[in-house]
């Protein structure tokens, strides 16, 4: 098993800035992926971005390419969602999941965090 952590959601204005921290245990993570999506209200889950553990390859929806940066920290085994110019769009509770497949469909998913909520005001 894999437990996931979210943390550093909050209120922001928009344009404003926040990072997303998704701490991992239970296993090591070197074959797996940890990816990030997010839930509007009324809406389906959907992808943000995802990242490679071992070589750290990096994976962007459309609307998080140039603004969102995922990275990760092996030391501490946590993965970072850097999110800038943020818009009220943007408004969701974001979810950190792992799996050893990195796929934009949440149900190949096979862990998950419990969310973390970012709201954005205008």
């Known amino acids: 098993q894999v437990q996931l952590v979210e943390s550093g959601g909050g209120l922001v204005q928009a344009g404003g800035s926040l990072r997303l921290s998704c701490a991992a245990s239970?296993?090591?993570?070197?074959?797996?992926?940890v990816g990030w999506f997010r839930q509007a209200p009324g809406k389906e889950r959907e992808f943000v971005a995802a990242i490679r553990w071992r070589i750290s390859s990096t994976y962007y929806s459309d609307s998080a390419k140039g603004r969102f940066a995922i990275s990760r920290d092996i030391a501490k085994n946590t993965v970072y969602l850097q999110m800038n110019n943020l818009k009220p769009e943007d408004t969701a509770v974001y979810y950190c999941?792992?799996?050893?497949?990195?796929?934009?469909?949440?149900?190949?998913?096979?862990?998950w965090g419990k969310g973390t909520q970012v709201t954005v005001s205008s």
């Open positions: 999941a792992a799996a050893r497949r990195i796929t934009t469909v949440q149900e190949e998913w096979d862990f």
């Open positions: 239970g296993r090591t993570m070197d074959t797996y992926g």
